[in-house]
């Protein structure tokens, strides 16, 4: 799942104009305070012990739950791995309501929550009750509350400066496929196993939480880039990507109720030259 | 020399407080425009009038020559460009002080106002460009900001200078000159203001985000020009005025 950063490197080979003609203010938006996300108070992390995860199926497969963690936006981020092979660690991101201490998971089951007894109840299967590390988010400051929630692109500004190369590029929404076949038509080589690997991959979610998480979902929520963030002063916006060990930093920005602007960075080197990609992204909160 | 003396005093106590009314058409490098004018006190007449740089829009096609991209080359070389100067034109209040007068030699100051923009550029890349790139992509040079064309293929300059500017100078003539019904006036001075180019980056927003163009953002490929021109603390006005003695 490097196809974003990947793409921001066929940015370089195709959109240079090298000798060409001759272009914001991330000034601070944190005094927005935006109305609370709806799952705020049950927001939690549940952390199995590895000799005691439950097993459920996800994915189509039977898999051993390591965590899960509850967003304050209705989200569950499943991170499992599968129970019948050895395997990397996946994550899976869903939607999940709340009500009498029972977590519902769309599509995979339940999760009972006492203290640090959880029952996890597959949709089809026993209910398995196992002691975990059960932790309640709180958000630390008033930018990470703003944040904590799951947004939907807009647009998605590509940018690029490095060698003679200063370009920005705007898309609606964020389909790689649309990104990867503009940028083929102007002459970046992709292979068709290249293009096909972009085929349908639509960044549908960016889902920030209060326990620093940080997931670019695609499609259904069965693909996704994970990692951490935070947001420190000046509304500078810090992150690291478990894929790639890809880590910069950029800005966030709230201009109004329900409304974000991402900004984040990354350095890519191809061909010898160093390139700085920027990744503009205009969110609206996903209710 | 009673009788000179007498006759001047007259000339000079007949302008008072807004006694006279003279109306007439003017041309000079802030373009045709008209006047009314009207005297204070014997020495200082004020006059008020709008003008308007024409043509309003001028016209050409520039060969700007071409880009090339890794895998594209883009045609610049019949390029459309409008320019526009002063567009809106602009309106002036004026004092003309006569130190002496009956002798036409006069100080002048006052202010113009316009609507900021000294000219105002924009250049036809609809052909050069595909509309999905209309207002979505933006380039720039390698330290500079980008700038992109609006959502019609247009790409935007604008030499910005303040919406008031003083004005200071000479001239000669009385534009209220009850003695005659017609009479000419000549101004020549200077507008004090400082012009800023800038282009604009429609990508985020559908007005432009307004984009400072100088010497380091073009990579120093103007010569140095901009930078010089930004420096220039005033701008020359001449004038000519005609005057119709309304009463």
Known sequence: ???????LLAFALVLPFSCSKPGSDNSGSDEVKMTDPATKEVATV???PADKTPELVAKKERVRVKKFEFTEASRYI???EPATKASDEEVLVGTYTYKDGVYTLSGIGSVKVSGNNVTVTPASGEAQSVTATVVPTKTSTDAQANASRTWKVNTVIVGLVGGNTNVEKKFNGCNLEEISNYAKANGVPFSDEEMNSFKGAVLNEIILTGASTFILSFGNGEDCLTGIYSISYGNVFKYKLDQGNIADNGSIEFPSNSKC????????TFKGTEYNGTLEFDLSEKK | MVAL?????GFAQDKQLFNHLSIGPTIGVDGIGIEVATPVTPYVQLRAGYSIFVPTTMHATLNFGTYQTSSRTLDLSNVPVSIGVMPGGLGKILADIYPWPNIPFHFAAGLFFGSGKWASGSADLSKVLTPDEYATLAFGFNNGATISSDKNGFVNIDAKIGNVLPYIGIGFGHAVNTDQLVSVTFDMGVLIGKVHTQSYNYIRDE?????DLNSAALDNKDKG????LHKIPVYPM????????VF
């Open chain 2, 207 to 211: 007005a432009g985000t307004p984009v």
């Open chain 2, 225 to 228: 020009y901009l930078d010089i």
């Open chain 2, 238 to 245: 001449l004038k000519l005025n005609v005057f119709f003695n």
């Open chain 1, 261 to 268: 602007k991402l900004v984040i960075h990354n350095k890519a």
């Open chain 1, 46 to 48: 549940i952390t199995f």
């Open chain 1, 1 to 7: 799942m490097k196809k974003i950063y990947y793409l």
């Open chain 1, 78 to 80: 499943m991170t499992f």
């Open chain 2, 5 to 9: 003396s007498l006759s001047l005093m």
